[in-house]
């Protein structure tokens, strides 16, 4: 817990950047550069992937003062065999850490934690600014800005936390692509495009933004060139944003879970059939379980329902089968599968789910986690606290979109968004009437850029900044009659949440609507019951859609952080494109260089892009073929040989696929499984 499609280019130079091919320094070959500079080398990092220097100065205030006014964009600074600082950039924070998660801070002086993030689905976020004297770095990253050590043990210089690459050498940035009717967010596992990719089809194409490619670290403001997006960040500013007087906010993400659904529980229990064919799924027949807990608890059910299919994935994690937690409730970065909460039953984990993380946690004001009641990302809502994964609230949000599509859209804007338009320090209080007495006002505050509110109704009250209109609003805590926090009550007998008097009132020039919520109205009582759900905008033929991983492991392949292996040497394509379909996928093979192949032999390096209703690319793993050429040969036990003697030669899959005993070294071990395998007497891949 704390845990494809063809792209429209808008321009020639946002298509060059996509595609060129980059084989760009690592940080251990940048380590490894020779240079004649004592102190600090300016540096060209060239689009080809090479470091040319530029000139040597004995401070890095020298050379940052140069750097900043020359005209080449592709200057960075080297000092201790390291790029230190860059005109543009982007962070790799995909390190290996103790904690497993890289804390992001206030301010370069570390005054206090605001999130934390974990590299993995996605590693890469926009490099703002150095502070040259301790290491520390400037970020933005999923709607937050903050700062990130060097190193996770500074005294101790252990566990670097990320890597500066320059703009000149990243070949894959995330970047969100707008469809006819989607919105999609492409997150590459790190800046090189040697990992492949995650695709999240998380909501329905902004009114905003017309067809095709466009970056954004905040899911709000778009560009479509990444230093312009740089230069505003940099500055405080979307000046050059495509949308900067309009920004997006998606509905799922921003939906508040003071809220309820238009869904009843056969229509939960018919998706969750229709997506996942596994018989043993947790979540099967739990439609019940979430509507009830929705009317009892005051929490959205598809909110928990997307939550639910997004951690464990559609029911089928370990954590699900073996401990009933659909949740990652208390699954921690490091030891998920220990650490996380067992539970009785499926519907005691979704009641403990509702009321004590949600009602009484995560979506109370008075909680130190509250950051916002709706999904988010790492700059407001659940996303802040919740998980590690910069795209949680996203990823939530997609299956959330996902059921609302299969039946047409019933929910969507159903309520009326406004989001807080700016951080008032802790002023906006909610009123028990407009004008009138604060609500709970110890703690009930709205104080965070972005947070969102359900407008009920608009109502005229006194001025506020020239403005009489006020919003009533649903409470995000639960109150009594006279609309006081309850208090925290989370044992039994539990406290419910009385809809129809959960009323507030806050000024309208607070805050910022984004939606009119002229969907359908909303139903005050549970969801009608069709036999057949009404305006079901796909054919009975519609695809069932299975998580990914279940998908490769059905047929007989192993699934790990985006990685595909357990595939014989000499398989062809034909027949790894065949066993994933009839497991359920849509499949396509590109080659290293990314061109399509749909025959020959398979090996180390291609990528297996597997659809089902969401899009993952898998590079492949043969464990022992270290050339890619889906054999294992004397070729191949000689470069495992070279890589122990100089270390040189082997990167990415290909020395991955070295690893034969996956021990997390190269060793004789693994040159002798090679020639054993070779002579017929083992089998480097039985891992």
């Not at 906010?249 to 998706?271: D, P, V």
């Not at 699934?559 to 359920?584: D, R, V």
Request: a negative charge; hydrophobic letters at 30%.
């Amino acid at each position: 817990m704390k845990k494809s499609k063809i792209l429209f280019i808008f321009s020639l130079t946002v298509f060059c950047f996509l595609t060129t091919s980059v084989n760009a320094l690592t940080a251990a070959e940048v380590a490894a550069r020779p240079t004649d500079c004592a102190n600090y080398e300016l540096a060209s990092a060239e689009p080809d992937g090479s470091l040319n220097k530029v000139a040597c100065y004995n401070t890095y205030e020298e050379a940052k003062q140069v750097m900043n006014s020359t005209a080449n964009d592709n200057l960075v600074i080297v000092g201790n065999r390291r790029i230190v600082d860059a005109k543009y950039a982007m962070i790799d924070y995909d390190q290996s850490t103790e904690t497993g998660y890289t804390s992001v801070y206030s301010d370069k002086y570390l005054s206090s934690e605001i999130t934390y993030i974990r590299g993995g689905n996605s590693d890469d976020a926009v490099f703002l600014e150095l502070d040259a004297a301790t290491g520390r770095i400037k970020i933005k990253v999923s709607g937050t800005v903050g700062w990130i050590k060097r190193y996770e043990n500074e005294s101790a210089m252990s566990y670097p936390l990320y890597d500066i690459v320059p703009l000149s050498w990243v070949k894959s940035p995330s970047y969100y692509q707008v469809t006819g009717s989607d919105l999609i967010h492409h997150l590459p596992r790190n800046v090189y495009n040697t990992k492949g990719e995650n695709q999240l089809v998380i909501g329905k194409k902004p009114s905003m933004l017309n067809e095709g490619t466009y970056y954004s670290y905040d899911g709000n403001y778009f560009y479509t060139d990444l230093k312009q997006m740089i230069n505003d960040y940099k500055q405080g500013t979307y000046q050059n944003a495509v949308n900067k007087n309009n920004p997006f906010y998606n509905y799922y993400q921003y939906l508040s879970f003071r809220t309820k659904t238009n869904y009843n529980a056969e229509n939960i229990n018919q998706f969750i059939d229709a997506r996942t064919s596994n018989p043993n799924s947790k979540l099967k027949n739990t439609g019940q379980y979430f509507i009830e807990n929705q009317n009892n608890y005051g929490i959205n059910a598809i909110l928990m329902l997307a939550i639910g299919i997004n951690e464990s994935g559609y029911g089928t994690s370990n954590i699900a089968q073996t401990k009933n937690n659909l949740f990652g409730l208390n699954a921690i970065d490091k030891t998920p599968g220990q650490s996380a909460d067992y539970f009785a039953s499926v519907a005691d984990c979704i009641g403990e789910f509702a009321y004590v993380w949600l009602d009484y946690g995560f979506v109370q004001p008075g909680d130190y986690r509250f950051r916002g009641a709706n999904l988010g990302n790492k700059g407001v809502g659940l996303n802040i606290k919740y998980a590690s994964d910069p795209y949680w609230g996203e990823k939530a949000a997609q299956y959330y979109y996902d059921l609302d599509k299969y039946y047409g859209f019933q929910d969507y804007e159903a309520y009326a968004i406004a989001v807080l338009n700016n951080n008032y320090n802790n002023t906006v209080y909610p009123k028990k009437t407009p004008g009138g007495l604060n609500v709970s006002s110890s703690f009930y505050q709205y104080k965070v850029a972005g947070s969102p509110v359900v407008v009920l109704e608009e109502v005229t009250g006194p001025n506020v900044n020239g403005n009489t209109t006020w919003y009533k609003i649903m409470s995000d805590p639960t109150l009594d009659g006279d609309l006081e926090y309850i208090g925290d009550s989370k044992s039994n007998p539990r406290v419910t949440y009385p809809w129809d008097t959960m009323h507030v009132y806050v000024p309208a020039s607070y805050f910022y609507k984004v939606n009119s919520g002229e969907g359908v109205p909303p139903t005050p009582e549970e969801p009608t019951d069709p036999e057949v759900p009404p305006e079901v905008p796909e054919t009975p033929e519609e695809p069932q859609h299975k998580p990914i991983s279940s998908i490769v492991q059905e047929a007989s392949y192993a699934y790990e952080n985006g990685i595909i292996s357990k595939i014989q040497p000499g398989t062809s394509i034909e027949t790894i494109k065949g066993n994933l379909t009839n497991a359920g996928g849509v499949v396509t093979v590109t080659d290293p260089n990314g061109n399509t192949v749909e025959s020959g032999q398979i090996g180390t390096g291609y990528q297996v892009h597997i659809t089902s209703g969401t899009t993952e690319v898998l590079t492949v793993l043969i464990y022992g073929d270290t050339d890619g050429n889906g054999a294992i040969s004397a070729v191949d036990y000689v470069r495992v040989k070279n890589k122990i003697m100089d270390g040189g030669g082997l990167q990415g899959a290909y020395e991955k696929a070295a690893d034969v005993n996956k021990d997390g070294t190269i060793s004789a071990v693994d040159y002798v499984n090679i020639k054993n395998y070779i002579m017929g007497t083992d089998n480097v891949i039985s891992n």
